[in-house]
């Protein structure tokens, strides 16, 4: 009786959560359709969000960067263990797949056309620490300092993507409080005082086993379309000197006996047709 319990409320929640995340794209929408008529901003939410108290969740997050306005939206899961590699991204870019667990939390982007190596081990606590992490962007005055929970710090995570930064803002200030675009800059420095700065296309990935913990990937970067397209230039190049030089043989060993002269006189004898060459000897 106590599973089946558990499995009603577990369908309840996500019947919830489904809810919730209907509402927030039909909230993109509706705001999308007043703003013409000077009536969107009776939709703008004046705090930031806040996640579900429950001490297990999984979230997807998108960002549409469609409109005049970036907006997050997300659908929570309760009680779902799926593979995060057998879900399907989005049509918005990047898809930020999010799961919390009693103590730690895992992390991972999907990206089309970006291919990574599966992180099948247990997310261990990653030793990487920051000192501060601040976003920037040209249309801000100041920047604000983002606060990334020690529960992402696990081999394996990767945060501070495009998605992630602008999920750290909704969830850590007021709409009002920052601008969101892909000019922004993340400034961040280590314990070890390493400093690294972020754009719109980079992000964070942990693992123990690299020098310093952690490193620095970008989203844009595909190492199969570059390995082809490398291919394809250097064939056409070789096949190109090939020819070149062939040609090049050939006409230094005709040429190697005769000076220029007679070889004007040749090449211009062999356009004479068999007519005329009679017509000169009679």
Not at 65 to 72: E, F, S, V, Y
Not at 119 to 135: A, D, G, H, K
Request: negative net charge; glycine residues 4%.
């Amino acid at each position: 009786m106590e599973s089946l319990y558990k499995q009603a409320e577990i369908k309840i929640v996500n019947f919830l959560f489904a809810l919730f995340w209907a509402y927030n794209y039909l909230f993109v929408l509706v705001e999308e359709k007043l703003k013409p008529y000077g009536l969107s901003q009776l939709f703008v939410i004046r705090n930031q969000l806040v996640e579900p108290n429950l001490d297990t969740w999984n979230c997807i997050t998108m960002v549409n960067m469609n409109l005049a306005k970036p907006k997050l939206i997300e659908q929570y899961k309760c009680g779902s263990e799926e593979d995060f590699d057998t879900m399907t991204g989005g049509e918005l870019g990047e898809t930020l797949y999010i799961r919390k667990c009693d103590n730690y939390r895992i992390s991972v982007i999907k990206v089309p056309g970006l291919i990574k190596e599966k992180f099948s081990e247990f997310p261990n606590l990653n030793n990487t620490r920051f000192l501060n992490i601040m976003y920037f962007n040209k249309a801000m005055k100041n920047p604000v300092k983002l606060n990334l929970d020690i529960s992402y710090i696990r081999n394996g995570n990767e945060v501070l993507s495009k998605t992630f930064v602008y999920r750290m803002l909704s969830y850590q200030y007021n709409p009002g409080d920052y601008m969101f675009d892909d000019t922004y800059e993340v400034h961040l420095m280590d314990f070890n005082i390493r400093k690294h700065v972020l754009n719109s296309s980079q992000y964070i990935y942990f693992n123990d086993r690299l020098k310093t913990g952690y490193e620095v990937r970008s989203v844009v970067n595909n190492p199969v379309s570059v390995e082809t397209s490398l291919k394809v230039d250097t064939s056409l190049k070789v096949d190109t000197s090939l020819k070149v030089e062939t040609s090049l043989k050939v006409d230094t060993n005709i040429d190697s006996n005769t000076n220029a002269d007679n070889v004007v006189s040749t090449n211009a004898d062999s356009f004479v047709n068999d007519d005329d060459k009679a017509a000169d000897t009679n």
